[in-house]
């Protein structure tokens, strides 16, 4: 069983940065960063597969944001930068195993593990 523990979350003005990280626990061969903002759908924002399985960005924050592991640490984390207040939304970390089916990088049901999402604000 997989269990993720987002952090890192809060409230920053506009052009500002927060790094959101996420603890893992167990194997995972993906995992993701997603959102989602009052009223809306929950959204992909970037995704990073073990093994040059390939690192994914929406187009709304490439340049902006990076995703990265820290394999010693099982520890997953976005970094954002340049923040606009379309940002703001609920973060939730992500994680899918090898063997489970491939729905796309972005889609919900591509993970399977999910953390309890960390709030992210932006202010104008």
């Known amino acids: 069983q997989v269990q993720l523990v987002e952090s890192g979350g809060g409230s920053v003005q506009a052009g500002g940065s927060l790094r959101l990280s996420c603890a893992a626990s167990g194997y995972t061969y993906c995992m993701a960063w997603l959102r989602q903002a009052p009223g809306k759908e929950r959204e992909g924002v970037a995704t990073i597969c073990a093994g040059g399985g390939g690192t994914y960005y929406a187009d709304s924050v490439k340049g902006r944001f990076t995703i990265s592991q820290d394999n010693a640490k099982n520890t997953l984390y976005l970094q954002m930068n340049s923040l606009k207040p379309e940002a703001t939304a609920m973060y939730y970390c992500?994680?899918?195993?090898?063997?489970?089916?491939?729905?796309?990088?972005?889609?919900?049901?591509?993970?399977?593990?999910w953390g309890r999402g960390t709030q992210v604000t932006v202010s104008s």
């Open positions: 992500a994680a899918r195993r090898r063997s489970d089916f491939w729905y796309g990088w972005s889609q919900v049901r591509t993970f399977g593990y």
